[in-house]
C-alpha cells in the first residue's frame, strides 16, 4: 500500500512539474512584449519605401510609421531589427525578433511556416528595364539575364512563369534590390523583377533612368508575418490596424509616402 502511495505522489508532483512547464512554454508572446516594454521587428532595412535608411542612417519608411504607431498603441517601444531576407522567416521561428513588418507578401509557402495579419496593402510584381531597352514585353526576355531578390515574393513570382524562366539566359540573385538597380543601370542585368511599390519608387526618384513594362507576374498582398503560436498578438495587430484605418491614421500615413490613399479597406 505504501508502494502504491509513493508512486501515486511521485506521479502527481511529475505532472505537477509537466504541468508548470506547459504552461510557461505557452506564455503568449503578446503577453512578453508587453512585459518587456519592447517590440522587435525584422526588416529589410534596403527595401524603400517600406523600410530603409535615411542620409543620417535612421531606419524610416511607411512600415516604419505605421510600426511606430502600432507599438503607441500597444504601450510598448518598437525597435528594429535588420535580417537578411532569405533567413527572415526562419529569424521569426527562431524567436530572435517578434514579428516581420517590411512590405512582405503573403504566399502560399510562408503561410506553411508562419501567420500573417489581415492584409492592408495591394502590390504587383512588374518588370523593370533601362529607359533605352529594347525590351517591351514579356516575350523580348527570351535569352535576357533577369535579377530578383534573394528569396522573394519577386523570385517565387518569376519562377511560377515557366514559358518565361525557360527561355531565359539566367536569373541573377541579389541580397537587396538597391543592388539589383546598380546592376540594371550599369548593363549588367538586363531586367529586374521587383515588388511595384518598390520599383515606382525609384522610377519617381530616377525617371531618366528606368521605366516600367505593362506586363507583370501578377498581384499579391501585404500582410505582417507572426509566428503561428501567437494567435493573441495577431488578434491585437489585426485590432490595431483596423483601428488606424477607421480613424483615419494609415490613410494620412499613405498619403506621405505615396501620395495617396492605397490601404486596402
Not at 532595412?45 to 498603441?73: H, S, T
Not at 512590405?103 to 512588374?126: A, C, D, H, V, W
Not at 488606424?244 to 486596402?264: C, H, N, P, Q, V
Request: charged letters at 30%.
Amino acid at each position: 500500500m505504501r508502494k502504491k502511495i509513493l508512486l501515486v505522489s511521485i506521479l502527481s508532483i511529475v505532472l505537477l512539474i509537466v504541468g508548470c512547464s506547459s504552461q510557461s512554454n505557452t506564455i503568449n508572446s503578446l503577453d512578453k512584449i508587453k512585459e518587456n516594454g519592447e517590440l522587435i521587428i525584422g526588416l529589410d532595412d534596403n527595401f524603400p519605401p517600406m523600410g530603409f535608411r535615411d542620409k543620417e542612417g535612421n531606419i524610416v519608411g511607411f512600415d516604419i510609421d505605421l510600426a511606430k504607431e502600432l507599438g503607441n498603441r500597444m504601450g510598448v517601444k518598437v525597435k528594429f531589427k535588420p535580417v537578411e531576407w532569405d533567413g527572415i522567416v526562419l529569424t521569426l521561428v527562431n524567436k530572435n525578433i517578434d514579428i516581420v513588418w517590411n512590405g512582405m507578401t503573403i504566399t502560399e509557402n510562408r503561410k506553411k511556416k508562419i501567420n500573417f495579419s489581415k492584409p492592408y496593402l495591394e502590390n504587383k510584381q512588374i518588370i523593370v528595364v533601362k529607359k533605352d531597352s529594347n525590351i517591351k514585353s514579356k516575350d523580348d526576355l527570351k535569352g535576357k539575364s533577369v535579377g530578383v531578390q534573394l528569396e522573394s515574393s519577386s523570385w517565387y513570382a518569376l519562377n511560377k512563369d515557366k514559358q518565361v524562366v525557360n527561355n531565359l539566359k539566367e536569373i541573377r540573385q541579389y541580397p537587396n534590390n538597391v543592388e539589383a538597380l546598380m546592376d540594371l543601370k550599369a548593363g549588367r542585368i538586363d531586367a529586374l523583377v521587383v515588388d511595384e511599390i518598390l520599383g515606382r519608387y525609384y522610377l519617381n526618384k530616377n525617371p531618366k533612368s528606368y521605366e516600367i513594362l505593362n506586363d507583370d507576374f501578377g498581384k499579391e498582398l501585404y500582410g505582417i508575418g507572426i509566428r503561428k503560436e501567437d494567435t493573441k498578438l495577431k488578434q491585437e495587430i489585426d485590432r490595431i490596424l483596423d483601428e488606424m484605418k477607421r480613424d483615419g491614421t494609415a490613410s494620412k500615413i499613405s498619403e506621405k509616402w505615396f501620395g495617396k490613399d492605397i490601404i486596402l479597406e
